[in-house]
């Protein structure tokens, strides 16, 4: 009996001990979950707000394929980004997650638009970017210092914006989407190659000459060959160029290759020594990362970066083909929501109107900015 006693004491001290382990495993788990909660994110982008989850209807109508798309989104071209994220999310059943960068004073006015409106059960994160960031490496006029455009160079950061995805898409705000953007998820990428874009000299693009900037298809349309700086990289001019307003990135190997530090490098030596062409039409971010990735790029389908509709205002392609394309690209001076834009039907399907009214407003004075 005493026996039995003992055996008794002895199960009961060990379900205790058990019950003691449990419970500083769960402790730990704990404490270390708060700390992943709250790590800053360096160089000033700090996440806003983040809609975990869709709600469980369409949960179970879309894929459990998690798709990051980061998008910048400033609030002169803040309709843009909503058409384009509008167009996505409607055509792909995949579980995307918009990381939208923007500017401090925009982020108010962005959650009213996508939380009042048909976008309310959109899956996305608000990043706050510090131009500060960009101290030292961006070549300012100071007659000229609103022309700079800080959320044009948040595609250099992707590792900071998305620290925990293996792999992105980057897209500029006057795009829009009509296919399922799985399938540009799914671009493979040669082994070593941090991103795929797609060139300039592809069958879409034709060889565009952008005016007043020569041939910028090429990589002397964009870089200064007359410096010595750029002469020593043995770049042959000729190359072809690519479009990095739509892109596809291998994060794990974009750190492993510190193309952020690659490209902050260029950026600072251009301030330095100017090595950018001076017929550059106004795309600043292009000649660093034509350098860092020269001959280290894999190639997205064309169909997927039908650009150049914002170059004029007419029609430079056929409506069938413009119906075929999987993205459309307003690249240039013609944006979609301004007047003389081609094939802004297109663009305006997926148009979502502000509900705060100041977007209409905002592109009435871009207009009649353009137009003079």
Not at 155 to 167: G, Q
Not at 324 to 331: G, R, S, T, Y
């Amino acid at each position: 009996m005493s026996l039995r006693k003992v055996n008794i004491s002895i199960l009961i001290v060990a379900v205790v001990i058990f019950l003691l382990v449990l419970h500083h495993n769960f402790l730990g788990l704990s404490d270390f979950l708060k700390r992943e909660l709250s790590d800053s994110n360096p160089l000033g982008l700090q996440p806003i707000d983040f809609i975990p989850a869709a709600p469980q209807r369409l949960a179970d109508e879309r894929n459990d394929k998690e798709i990051s798309v980061v998008i910048a989104a400033s609030d002169e071209r803040l309709g843009g980004a909503i058409a384009a994220m509008n167009s996505i999310y409607r055509n792909t059943r995949s579980n995307v997650v918009f990381h939208i960068v923007t500017l401090n004073d925009t982020a108010d006015h962005l959650r009213l638009w996508l939380s009042n409106t048909a976008l309310k059960n959109l899956r996305y994160r608000i990043l706050d970017f510090d131009p500060r960031v960009l101290e030292g490496k961006v070549q300012v006029d100071p007659q000229k210092a609103d022309t700079l455009k800080p959320l044009t160079f948040a595609r250099f950061y992707l590792p900071n914006l998305v620290p925990h995805a293996e792999k992105v898409i980057y897209v500029d705000d006057d795009i829009i989407v009509q296919d399922d953007i799985l399938e540009l998820y799914n671009t493979p990428l040669k082994p070593g190659h941090a991103a795929a874009f797609s060139d300039d000299c592809d069958s879409t693009t034709n060889k565009v000459a952008v005016r007043g900037a020569g041939n910028q298809y090429n990589y002397i349309g964009f870089l200064d060959y007359r410096k010595e700086t750029i002469r020593k990289l043995a770049m042959k001019a000729n190359t072809c160029s690519f479009n990095p307003g739509v892109f596809v990135a291998n994060l794990t190997e974009w750190k492993l290759q510190n193309i952020t530090k690659q490209l902050e490098k260029w950026m600072t030596l251009n301030v330095e020594e100017e090595l950018y062409s001076r017929t550059l039409a106004g795309s600043i971010t292009t000649p660093p990362l034509l350098i860092v990735f020269y001959k280290q790029h894999s190639s997205i389908d064309p169909m997927w970066n039908v650009r150049h509709l914002g170059s004029s205002a007419g029609k430079r392609y056929s409506p069938q083909f413009v119906k075929a394309a999987k993205l459309l690209h307003w690249n240039g001076h013609f944006k979609p929501w301004g007047r003389t834009a081609s094939y802004t039907e297109v663009w305006e399907k997926w148009y979502i109107p502000d509900p705060t009214g100041k977007f209409s407003l905002i592109r009435r004075h871009s207009e009649a900015y353009e137009a003079k």
